[in-house]
């Protein structure tokens, strides 16, 4: 599936599931019939069956391209930022979506969105400059960075802080700023802080000369 999936545009849900079925080789129509009528219930989109691709949402028309290609059931998905553009509520429909499809099959997701990850996934793999930094379980990845993750409060930015340690985020504050940090020795007036996936996903894509 890719990123943006799109479709012509005066077509409606079951036709586009029915052309694809037969560019699948679905030839009976009985039998594209039965696939289709499975794959709207499957994804949520019985209602909207008879809906032309223009007027679908966000989300449905993710949902319409995980149907097609679903169609023939394949046992390994391979869905690319699945979530990029879509609204809150439509982004947890979409998650709960694949994780019930992941329960027979191998899913793969390629994204960006660390929530989506850690929100869906059982194990991770790490890709920088296209070598491998990490491939595992996500509780032993999150590991990676435990006591390493820091905020920092007070009245002025140390010079230490932009120096020698990588900067999340931060904050100004009515007593000076926050600024939360990865380092493997903390600066004064800093408390640990519990580490997550976007922190060891971070902390794993560190650049070269920084922070090592």
Same mark, same amino acid.
């Given at each position: 599936?890719?990123?943006? &999936?799109?479709?012509?545009?005066?077509?409606?849900?079951?036709?586009?599931?029915? #052309? +694809?079925?037969?560019?699948?080789?679905? *030839?009976?129509?009985?039998? *594209?019939?039965?696939? @289709?009528?499975?794959?709207?219930?499957?994804?949520?989109? @019985?209602? =909207? *069956?008879?809906?032309?691709?223009?007027? $679908?949402?966000?989300?449905?028309?993710?949902? $319409?391209?995980?149907?097609?290609?679903?169609?023939?059931?394949?046992?390994?998905?391979?869905?690319?930022?699945?979530?990029?553009?879509?609204?809150?509520?439509?982004?947890?429909?979409?998650? =709960?979506?694949?994780?019930?499809?992941?329960?027979?099959?191998?899913? @793969?997701?390629?994204?960006?969105?660390?929530?989506?990850?850690?929100?869906?996934? =059982?194990?991770?793999?790490?890709?920088?400059?296209?070598? +491998?930094?990490?491939?595992?379980?996500?509780?032993?990845?999150?590991?990676?960075?435990?006591?390493?993750?820091?905020? #920092?409060?007070?009245?002025? +930015?140390?010079?230490?802080? =932009?120096?020698?340690?990588?900067?999340?985020?931060?904050?100004?504050?009515?007593?000076?700023?926050?600024?939360? #940090?990865?380092?493997?020795?903390?600066?004064?007036?800093? &408390?640990?802080?519990?580490?997550?996936?976007?922190?060891? #996903?971070?902390?794993?894509? *560190?650049?070269?000369?920084?922070?090592?």
């Amino acid at each position: 599936m890719p990123q943006k &999936f799109d479709f012509f545009p005066n077509v409606t849900v079951e036709e586009a599931l029915d #052309y +694809v079925c037969q560019l699948k080789g679905v *030839r009976q129509h009985s039998q *594209r019939k039965r696939e @289709i009528e499975q794959k709207l219930e499957q994804v949520g989109l @019985i209602e =909207q *069956r008879k809906k032309r691709f223009r007027a $679908l949402s966000g989300g449905m028309k993710q949902r $319409l391209g995980i149907a097609q290609v679903m169609i023939s059931d394949p046992k390994l998905l391979l869905v690319d930022e699945p979530t990029v553009g879509l609204d809150p509520q439509e982004r947890v429909s979409f998650r =709960q979506l694949l994780t019930t499809l992941a329960s027979d099959r191998i899913i @793969i997701l390629s994204t960006h969105i660390v929530e989506d990850i850690a929100l869906t996934a =059982q194990h991770v793999l790490v890709l920088h400059a296209g070598k +491998v930094q990490y491939m595992g379980d996500i509780p032993a990845f999150i590991a990676t960075v435990e006591g390493k993750v820091w905020l #920092y409060r007070g009245a002025i +930015v140390p010079d230490e802080i =932009q120096r020698s340690t990588m900067i999340i985020s931060s904050q100004a504050t009515a007593d000076g700023v926050e600024i939360r #940090y990865l380092a493997d020795i903390p600066v004064p007036n800093s &408390f640990p802080l519990e580490a997550t996936l976007e922190h060891a #996903y971070i902390y794993a894509n *560190r650049k070269k000369g920084h922070y090592e």
